[in-house]
């Protein structure tokens, strides 16, 4: 179905010069001299190639129909992320670029996840907003700072960094949100 360029979003589908893309990076830009138009980096779903291609407001584009998917998230290789679909038991591989690198060091093995595809071929990934994990490193706290706006780094243990309050120890889980990589609370189990 044709659609204009500028109603397209991240994880869409395009069908542009008889190929098959995923949106990677959609820009809305209003330059002071000229017409308006959009910066679109997107992903040839069975070549990998990357696509920039800069689009004038009014034009359109075909959108391709995307199926959702309940999967999970079995284990990571270096062959890349494997999936299981939950309902056919068909599993499947998916690259760090596909998914994002900050969602997948969010990912866990068992994780629930839901996978966009265009008829066989995995094309996006929507992750749960926010996972438990466990501090494995905290820096000291600074005596005189006051507990209000102050937080310390502390290393999770999936690698990633987040900033945490002065009372988060090591040893202690905490809930991180998956979209900004922060801290969100003290998990309550």
Do not use: W
Not at 64 to 89: A, P, T, W
Not at 123 to 144: Q, R
Request: charged fraction near 25%; include cysteine.
């Amino acid at each position: 179905m044709k659609v204009p360029i500028n109603s397209i979003r991240v994880g869409n589908v395009i069908d542009y010069n008889g190929r098959l893309y995923a949106a990677m990076k959609v820009e809305h830009i209003t330059p002071g001299k000229g017409g308006a138009f959009v910066a679109l980096e997107a992903r040839a779903l069975k070549e990998g190639n990357k696509l920039q291609e800069r689009f004038r407001s009014g034009e359109t584009v075909e959108l391709v129909r995307i199926d959702d998917h309940d999967c999970q998230f079995l284990y990571k290789d270096g062959d890349g992320f494997h999936f299981m679909n939950k309902e056919s038991y068909e599993q499947f591989t998916m690259q760090e670029d596909q998914i994002g690198a900050q969602r997948a060091q969010f990912l866990q093995d068992g994780m629930d996840v839901t996978v966009s595809m265009h008829e066989t071929t995995p094309v996006g990934i929507e992750i749960p907003k926010s996972v438990t994990l466990k501090i494995v490193e905290a820096d000291a706290v600074v005596k005189g700072q006051t507990a209000s706006s102050s937080y310390k780094p502390a290393l999770l243990e999936n690698g990633a960094r987040v900033m945490v309050p002065p009372h988060v120890a090591a040893g202690t889980r905490v809930v991180v949100n998956t979209e900004t990589g922060e801290y969100i609370e003290r998990a309550k189990d």
